[in-house]
Each structure stands twice: as structure tokens, then as C-alpha cells.
């Protein structure tokens, strides 16, 4: 049964930083892609980072140069690093898998973790 755990959230100030993580169990961890989705209050989920099983990554244009995301096969988590974070990056952030690549639909999916709560504000 796959369960995904994100933690890491927080309130911040504009250009801080945050690192998020997602913890996932139940399921081959290392050979699904994994992607950061996040939902602004009124707005729709979207994906703002996704990683393959092989390391590859992409990035929504809003966060390029600013979001790093990787992922520890053995600890079965991927992390989101996020810098010079901006108030329009405040949403609640969710992590999703998925076998060869992670879909930008996020009513694809069916199932999410409770996500965690990113602020930024002064």
C-alpha cells in the first residue's frame, strides 16, 4: 500500500529558504519518478518538480534556478530544496510517484499524503 509522508513546511520570510521532504513506503521506492505538486488557496495543484527513477529532473518554469530536487533511493525520500523563496510560493506542497514519469494532471491521481503547509510572508 503506498503512504507518502510529506514534512519539512513552515512560515518563512521572502527569500528564506525551506527544505520539504516526502517519505514514501509501501512500494519499490527506487524505480518510480516522483514529483512536487503544490496548491496555492483558490488555485489549482500543480507540479512544480519531478525526478525519474534515474535522476532526471524538471522544473515548472515559476521555480527554475530557485527549487532543487533529489531524492536518497536508500532512505526512500525525496527532498525539495527550496531558495529566495517569494509569497507566491505559499501553498500546501504534496509529493506523488508514479512508474516512468509523474503526470502533470493531478487528477490523475487518487491518492495524497496530508502535505505540508508552506507560508511565505514577512
Known amino acids: 500500500q503506498v503512504q507518502l509522508v510529506e514534512s519539512g513546511g513552515g512560515l518563512v520570510q521572502p527569500g528564506g529558504s525551506l527544505r520539504l521532504s516526502c517519505k514514501a513506503s509501501?512500494?519499490?521506492?527506487?524505480?518510480?519518478?516522483v514529483g512536487w505538486y503544490r496548491q496555492a488557496p483558490g488555485k489549482q495543484r500543480e507540479l512544480v518538480a519531478a525526478?525519474?527513477?534515474?535522476?532526471?529532473?524538471n522544473y515548472a518554469d515559476s521555480v527554475k534556478g530557485r527549487f532543487t530536487i533529489s531524492r536518497d533511493n536508500a532512505k526512500n525520500t525525496v527532498a525539495l530544496q527550496m531558495n529566495s523563496l517569494k509569497p507566491e510560493d505559499t501553498a500546501v506542497y504534496y509529493c506523488?510517484?508514479?512508474?516512468?514519469?509523474?503526470?502533470?494532471?493531478?487528477?490523475?491521481?487518487?491518492?495524497w499524503g496530508q502535505g505540508t503547509q508552506v507560508t511565505v510572508s514577512s
Open positions: 525526478i525519474r527513477s534515474g535522476g532526471s529532473t
Open positions: 506523488n510517484v508514479d512508474r516512468v514519469v509523474v503526470s502533470p494532471r493531478p487528477y490523475d491521481y487518487d491518492y
Open positions: 509501501g512500494f519499490i521506492f527506487s524505480i518510480y519518478a
